[in-house]
């Protein structure tokens, strides 16, 4: 099976950005889809961005459409999340998870990092 490493986060002033990597190991990433969730405090974790398995098709949750980039690096064994524009409601643990079906939906996929912690001062 897979394993997911997050990495990439911090402190970030609001309006800055971040770019998270997801690093895999055990299995290509070309066998998987790739999403990122977050998981803020106090609250349950919901769905950021996904990355279908063959075509590269992606989709977004409506509060980081237009400023938030999912990509992958079949090559690298990667995924990544570019953040910009971050506002404080993006603070939150963000979590990397795969799938083997075509695309990651926002109930979860089937294996996950340990999360990277952001965190948006105003």
């Known amino acids: 099976q897979v394993q997911l490493v997050e990495s990439g986060g911090g402190l970030v002033q609001a309006g800055g950005s971040l770019r998270l990597s997801c690093a895999a190991s055990g299995r290509p990433i070309s066998n998987y889809a790739m999403a990122w969730f977050r998981q803020a405090p106090g609250k349950e974790r919901v769905f950021v961005a996904a990355i279908s398995r063959l075509v590269g098709s992606t989709d977004y949750a409506g509060s980081v459409k237009g400023r938030f980039t999912i990509s992958r690096d079949n090559a690298k064994n990667t995924v990544s999340l570019q953040m910009n524009s971050l506002k404080p409601e993006d603070t939150a643990v963000y979590y990397c998870?795969?799938?083997?079906?075509?695309?990651?939906?926002?109930?979860?996929?089937?294996?996950w990092g340990q999360g990277t912690q952001v965190t948006v001062s105003s």
């Open positions: 998870a795969a799938d083997v079906r075509a695309m990651v939906t926002p109930t979860g996929g089937s294996y």
